[in-house]
């Protein structure tokens, strides 16, 4: 379970103040996959990023009972000076992982070839994207972050991914960024939606597509 307490998050640039996060209070339940929708810039990754403990909020609190994945396909999650293998083994050592068995995962899973031995910042990001992705799914959480991974590499690793995903989230939770109202459909339950510092959750997916599809019809009037 994640829970959301009074979070707020508040850019000031220039003078101009820009509310990402309006004291949320919302509360994802344990093993639920939820798919996070919300415009461009609305701020969607931030939120990920506060859930993951990587941004700390301007006020308020994100509790939770259980372990939580780094946000997959959020650029930062590697370290750019280690090449793939190492970045590998010293996320397997942060979290107590036997480090051959997730490097040998890894390197088979995200399909690098011999870049997994070279320094990620010659990676481009569809390949930092497999990386994370496969790292994540390595590992063992209670709720997995993805921000629109499985948009990375061709076809074949993109149904490799969605069904090691859907594995994944059969023992666990998620939240889940996607524009993809598709994507929301096949790998989520449950449905939030991020707009203008405010979160709105739903536990049936189909009514979280349906407000959505709203809101962008509005926008778009």
Known sequence: MIVLRDLTKIYRMHGTAKVVADRLNVTFPTGVSVGLMGRNGA?????????AGLTSPTSGE?????RISFPVGIA???????TGAQ???????????????????????????DHFHLPVRTYSAGMRQR???GINMGLKFDTYLIDEVT??????????????FLDRIGEAGAIF????????????????????????????????IWAYERTMARAAA
């Open 151 to 164: 948009a990375a590499g061709d076809a074949a690793f993109i149904e490799r991914s969605r069904a090691l």
């Open 62 to 66: 994100v509790l939770t009972d259980g």
């Open 177 to 208: 960024i996607s524009h993809s109202v598709a994507q929301i459909r096949a790998m989520c339950s449950a449905g939030a939606i991020l707009e203008n510092g405010r979160l709105r959750y739903f536990d049936d997916v189909e009514k979280a």
């Open 43 to 51: 701020g969607k990754s931030t939120l990920l990023r506060m859930i």
């Open 76 to 82: 930062g999650s590697s370290h750019p000076d280690l």
């Open 131 to 133: 990386l994370s992705f």
């Open 87 to 113: 970045n590998t083994r010293f996320v397997a050592r942060i979290y107590g992982a036997d480090t051959d068995a997730l490097s040998r995962f890894v390197e088979e899973f995200a399909g690098l070839g």
